[in-house]
């Protein structure tokens, strides 16, 4: 007996060491699943895992909450992060910047160039432009509100992430908003809306109306670098920050 309970300390130290960081959860080949099933009852006391632990349905993603873990300490596990291949080309992570007790997160898609470089959201012309949104137009200090994206490693060349990197990376995005409690998320484009609100609709046709993500009131706008190449698209993105002030202010419901 004393060898298998030693035996199952060592599996189950091996589980834990092999959990993604922020799900918990661990990916098993079909084989390892049934012969897992196969165990005795004496070890039936490890719950029974899927046989392979595909995209979290997106319901099930919200345990990331719970973890007991400080922003800053999300930010050192995110820093360590390999649990997809964006891991390989990255300078750093992006893991966000800004108020942690925020009332308001803008969430872009990914990092980019520059991003990649300094470790920070939202810099360079586009930021610029976001900093102008949030100190000209809101009239706040850009360090007022939290700046994130969905995925904390720059894809290479600045492709699209793929569907695998979104559903690993997106829990660390629900612990941050869980540790923020934001009163509003803005989504940045296209990509950012999508992902986050699960649907192949255009930015068009989802600014201008209130969404939620996991319980958080969320609005879609354009992102900055939309706006730097399409200026006229500008008052549209200000109709939509004048409805988010109205909420943060009290003045609107969402
Ligand atoms: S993109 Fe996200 S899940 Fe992938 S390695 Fe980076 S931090 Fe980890």
Redo the contacts with the bound molecule.
Sequence with gaps: MDSIDGLMDEIVALVKGAAH?ARGTVSLSPEVAAALERCPSTVSTVPAAPPTVPAAPREEVVDAGGSGRSLEELAEV?AQ???????NG?TQ?VFGSGNPHADLVFVGE?PGEQEDLQGLPFVGRSGDLLTDIIEKGMKLRRDDVYICNV???RPPDNRD?QSG?KS??EP?LLEQLDLIQPKVICALGGHAAKTLLNTDESTGRLRGRWHSYHGTPLRVTYHPAYLLRSPGEKKKTWADIQEIIKVLRGEAAP
């Design positions: 960081p995110v992060c390999k649990a997809c291949e964006l891991c990255r992570t990914a995925i904390k490693c992430p990197e690993a990376c660390y």
